[in-house]
């Protein structure tokens, strides 16, 4: 009887033991899934999310791997695990196809699955150690019992939670259970966390939407537009990588690659009807690429430089015209879907708009700055004409060609060079940022053939490609500075000839120095004209240089002609006159005294007229007499020279004596001259009077200034004589220069009055 009330004791002792147990498990296991509830609360990021709550299932079960699993059509993704997978082993672990019929009949049936011995013989443990082969020596190494629980929510499987543990068979029926409400209280979790992050995805897609209309007005540069665009795409997308394409003739450009640093492919391109990716763009549709639609060999060659498994494009088309592509890349098969391509198509209108108002700043840009290029030009050749109507010497206008050339055509160093035929060499006339080069004291040998082709066949010859350089450099014999210099600083030249008056006069070169980037240097059409342009002011200098020696020369010849002419007519006869007077003089004197003292005194007046003669001919050899000299000295010498000259008695009267403007004296000086010539040629006058008057008022602070000259000639009738006739537009001319009035009255058989007034400042003297 005591034995049996012993056994009794024991058997309630152990249930109660069991019933305590399961109620402490069932407690562990309702805090759990609390502590599961309150992770949402703490993230909404789903892999952290599916993490921490495998951390949790820890605690109420058992496992040495735990992973999670959503279920698409007939494939199973993994999207978080607790297990000794590696990043790469991650992107690539699937559920065993060989098991999934059987897990799918048993999740479509709500029905968890075990496996109790993974090394057992039976069908189904052969099925999954021959699936999950390559794991079996690194994930299942040491793991025995299997177990996939399904994720159930709002009475739908949503995916697949598996757990193993390193001991067979251990897995029963109280971890089924367990198992079960934590794997659907994780699904509900899940939904939850999918159901915030399709929210904030919304969100994202809004705030991405207003960031691209923020780039369309506040940013006009492209490569800044281009860069928000596939930035914002890549961040909605969670691609790895992604990039913007743009048309340029027949083919993609790769113009801009987010979140990778691969700028050796900027700029690589790829064809647009040719490609895989360019499909989009045939189609004008978005399309998604994996891997083994990308084999053609552009795509293939592109996606194995970025090491990327699938491609989403998506294509921008203004109107009907195809402007660009925007790809987004992933290292995972299969990552892209139908809800990508929409959020892709859905800004790609706006990435259209930005693109397209990048380009219409940018093309605008350019044309300000082709405006500022040619006001730059308009000026330096402006400031060039100014220099050539100037009095510089020809090697100040060219050396300042040379350096306008240099500035405008963006280059750093030019030379003028004339050619020598006979030397075979060229004479540096001009030259600017080549140091060792002095203009008219260096040759430079042309027998190397770039600058002597330019020049003797006529024609600009450019090279800006290094290479080429280098090859025509090493044929110039080395110990030569210039060739030196060349080849240590020189990466491109161009070279324009120089053609006066349809000769080759020599020619411009303009020297590219070498660029630290080893960027080539761009010869446009419009610089080589420039350079033309510069040339052909240049050869204008030269000739205008040829043509004012030749009018100096023609200028001296012309002013000895005048000056012989002068002399015959004038001084020569008056001499002439002058030594027959004397001659005869002796016999005049013995034969009457009276008449010899009359003959005395003409010959003095023709000498003292010769010698006035000579003195103005003087002032007209040195015009800077005509400054110094007083004026009233001047008149007294025009006096005398018409009085010896023409016998025409002048009678000088000056009243008054007024420092006069240097261009009054001589505007007075030459009417005088003017008018007195016309009594001694024309008038046929026997005397003449020349009257100067002059005063200064003191309190007005100006100058009263008068000539006349009157004579008792022959006269003329004004109606009837034009103002060329006698000089008297002339005389009008000069006077019109200083403001003055001048009066020319005459009546024909009554002689001949001209009338000179000038009123002016005492403060212009």
């Not at 019933?19 to 609360?41: G, I, Y």
């Not at 026997?686 to 009157?710: F, H, S, W, Y």
Request: hydrophobic letters at 40%.
């Amino acid at each position: 009887m005591n034995e049996l009330q012993t056994g009794s004791k024991v058997e309630i002792a152990m249930e109660k033991t069991g019933h305590r147990d399961e109620l402490q498990h069932n407690a562990k296991l309702l805090t759990t899934l609390l502590d599961v509830s309150n992770l949402v609360s703490s993230t909404m990021e789903l892999k952290p999310l599916l993490e921490a709550i495998l951390d949790k299932l820890g605690d109420i079960i058992e496992y040495r791997n735990a992973k999670i699993f959503t279920i698409t059509g007939n494939q199973a993704r993994i999207l978080a695990h607790r297990s000794s997978l590696t990043p790469e082993q991650e992107t690539t672990y699937s559920m065993p196809m060989d098991l999934m019929p059987a897990i799918m009949r048993f999740s479509l049936e709500k029905k968890p699955m075990v496996i109790a011995d993974l090394f057992a013989s039976d069908e189904i443990s052969v099925s999954f150690r021959n699936a999950m082969s390559k794991y079996m020596d690194t994930v299942f190494n040491g793991s025995h019992c299997w177990m996939s629980l399904p994720m159930v929510s709002k009475n739908k499987v949503i995916g697949i939670l598996t757990l193993d543990h390193s001991k067979a068979g251990y897995y029963k029926e109280h971890h089924i259970e367990f198992g079960t409400a934590f794997a659907n209280q994780a699904a509900i979790e899940f939904e939850n966390a999918a159901l915030y992050n399709e929210t904030v995805k919304k969100a994202d897609e809004i705030r991405t939407m207003f960031n691209i209309q923020q780039a369309i007005t506040s940013r006009l540069e492209l490569d800044a537009v281009l860069r928000l665009i596939a930035g914002e795409a890549g961040r909605l997308t969670h691609s790895h990588s992604t990039a913007v394409f743009l048309v340029d003739g027949g083919d993609l450009v790769l113009s801009v690659l987010s979140d990778i640093n691969h700028d050796d492919l900027i700029g690589k391109r790829l064809p647009a009807y040719k490609s895989a990716i360019g499909k989009s763009l045939l189609q004008n549709e978005s399309i998604i690429l994996d891997h083994p639609k990308m084999q053609l060999p552009p795509d293939k060659e592109l996606l194995n430089a970025l090491g990327m498994h699938s491609c989403l494009c998506v294509p921008l088309v203004a109107g009907s015209r195809p402007i660009g592509i925007i790809a987004a890349f992933s290292r995972h098969a299969g990552e892209f879907d139908s809800e990508d391509e929409r959020i892709f198509n859905m800004f790609a209108p706006s990435a259209v708009i930005g693109v397209e108002n990048a380009r219409l700043y940018q093309e605008e840009r350019q044309r300000h700055l082709e405006d500022e290029q040619r006001r730059h030009v308009a000026e330096g050749l402006r400031d060039i004409l100014a220099a050539l109507n100037s009095n510089r010497s020809l090697e100040e206008i060219l050396d300042f060609i040379i350096r306008e050339a240099a500035r405008l055509l963006h280059t750093d160093a030019a030379a003028l060079f004339r050619l020598n035929r006979e030397k075979n060499s060229l004479i540096l006339e001009a030259v600017c940022g080549i140091p060792h080069l002095e203009p008219n004291n260096s040759l430079v040998n042309i027998g190397v053939g770039f600058l002597g082709k330019a020049f003797t066949e006529r024609r600009p010859v450019v090279k800006t490609d290094e290479a080429e350089m280098e090859s025509i450099l090493n044929q110039i014999p080395g110990s030569d500075i210039h060739a030196n210099w060349l080849k240590d600083n020189c990466s491109g030249m161009i070279a324009v000839p120089l053609i006066c008056k349809n000769e080759v006069y020599g020619g411009i070169a303009l020297y590219i120095k070498k660029d630290k980037n080893h960027r080539e240097h761009i010869v446009s059409k419009d610089d080589i004209d420039l350079a033309m342009t510069f040339a052909d002011q240049a050869a204008l200098a030269i000739d205008n240089t040829r043509l004012r020696r030749q009018a100096e020369e023609i200028a001296v010849a012309a002013e000895r002609n005048r000056l012989a002419r002068d002399l015959h007519d004038a001084v020569t006869q008056t001499l002439f006159s002058a030594s027959l007077i004397a001659e005869v003089l002796p016999r005049i004197w013995e034969r009457s005294r009276e008449d010899g003292l009359k003959r005395l005194d003409e010959l003095r007046q023709l000498t003292r007229g010769a010698l006035a003669e000579m003195r103005t001919l003087l002032f007209e050899l040195r015009p800077a007499t005509l400054v110094e000299a007083p004026l009233e000295e001047l008149l007294r010498q025009l006096s005398e020279a018409i009085t010896g000259r023409a016998r025409v008695p002048v009678t000088l009267n000056i009243s008054g004596s007024v420092k006069l403007p240097t261009e009054v004296k001589i505007a007075f000086y030459r009417i005088a001259q003017e008018a007195l010539n016309n009594i001694a040629k024309h008038s046929g006058a026997r005397k003449a009077i020349l009257e100067m008057k002059a005063n200064e008022d003191e309190q007005l602070g100006i100058i009263v200034a008068g000539l006349k000259i009157t004579d008792d000639g022959r006269g003329f009738d004004p109606a009837s004589v034009t103002s060329e006739h006698f000089g008297v537009g002339i005389m009008h001319e000069r006077a019109d220069v200083i403001g003055a009035k001048l009066a020319v009255r005459s009546v024909a058989g009554d002689g001949t009055t001209i009338e000179l007034e000038w009123v002016g400042s005492k403060q212009l003297q």
